[in-house]
T-cell receptor, first 112, second 113 residues
């Protein structure tokens, strides 16, 4: 589906450790997004990117940072993971001028 | 910013019945309203969308209606089937600024055989 790969698919980590999630796309889409999905909250935007080295905060950005050094890769980092960051994380892409979002398969992160 | 409310949070129907999911939005400048379906354990995928210059759009058993005056839009599924069981998300996107849609909280649709 639009060549979007998220890694890892599952991760269990301990509170206080750093975690990096990777999103890789082969579609040359300009826009990339990180969402978290939690029961009762739907899809909430963490950070987004509108080009290489151009990123901005979403509605739930506290505790997260991102980087985009290449068009195809968008990294999400939890500097010091907390239990409240246990969630399913989805990456999505969108082409320039497009409206449809293409989602990756998600990463299930558990912070113990 | 945009705020999207979605109801109900859970909807249970019998196979063959119709299902309706409703969303309201706050920003009158919103002009694009997509619906995403997420099957259990899968990624969300776009199933239908509508733009503000159209009042209704159909695609086989699904349809979306838009009332700009009331700022609400709805997803209608007729002749529901067990494979329609999923979480459905509505979203709204404004005409200016970023292309980022704001999502509702989702509706879990359960179709009983």
């Amino acid at each position: 589906d639009a060549g979007i790969t998220q890694s890892p698919r599952h991760k269990v980590t301990e509170t206080g450790t750093p975690v990096t999630l990777r999103c890789h796309q082969t579609e040359n889409h300009r826009y990339m997004y990180w969402y978290r999905q939690d029961p009762g909250h739907g899809l909430r935007l963490i950070h987004y990117s509108y080009g290489v080295k151009d990123t901005d905060k979403g509605e739930v950005s506290d505790g997260y940072s991102v980087s985009r050094s290449k068009t195809e890769d968008f990294l999400l980092t939890l500097e010091s993971a907390t239990s409240s960051q246990t969630s399913v994380y989805f990456c999505a892409t969108q082409e320039t001028g497009g409206e449809k979002l293409f989602f990756g398969s998600g990463t299930q992160l558990s912070v113990l | 910013g945009e705020n999207v409310e979605q109801h109900p949070s859970t909807l249970s129907v019998q196979e063959g019945d119709s299902a309706v999911i409703k969303c309201t939005y706050s920003d009158s400048a919103s002009n694009y309203f997509p619906w995403y379906k997420q099957e259990l354990g899968k990624r969300p995928q776009l199933i239908i969308d509508i733009r503000s210059n159209v009042g209704e759009k159909k695609d086989q058993r699904i349809a979306v209606t838009l009332n700009k005056t009331a700022k609400h839009f709805s997803l209608h599924i007729t002749e529901t089937q067990p494979e329609d069981s999923a979480v459905y998300f509505c979203a709204a996107r404004t005409s200016g600024g970023s292309y980022i849609p704001t999502f509702g909280r989702g509706t879990s649709l359960i179709v009983h055989p």
